[in-house]
């Protein structure tokens, strides 16, 4: 019920972090190449979630897709990478662009 709204802060986060890591003169192909991988995901996740659903049922399909949500979600709270965005965020300066050295 809530994912319409969740789904809005996440679309704005992805963005901004897309502005803020990719260079200005790659970003019309990183972002091609996302929204491209995007759209061919989504065919692919209708084709094997229905033959997911008729292997072994709606139950077991919904508690599988929880529990891919549940490990991604986890992982977050243990990639380094995002702990350095905090990092980044509370001493005023931008996240580390591909290429740039730790200081």
Request: with cysteine.
């Amino acid at each position: 019920m809530t994912s319409g709204a969740v789904d809005d802060h996440e679309v704005v986060g992805d963005a901004r972090l897309q502005f803020e890591l990719v260079p200005p003169e790659l970003r019309g192909r990183v972002f091609g190449a996302v929204k491209a991988g995007a759209w061919a995901a989504i065919t692919l996740g209708v084709l094997v979630g229905g033959a997911v659903v008729a292997a072994v049922g709606v139950g077991a399909t919904f508690l599988g897709i929880g529990l891919c949500y549940l490990g991604v979600t986890v992982y977050g709270f243990f990639n380094p990478a995002f702990r350095e965005l905090d990092a980044a965020a509370s001493a005023g300066r931008p996240p580390l662009r591909g290429g740039d050295e730790l200081s």
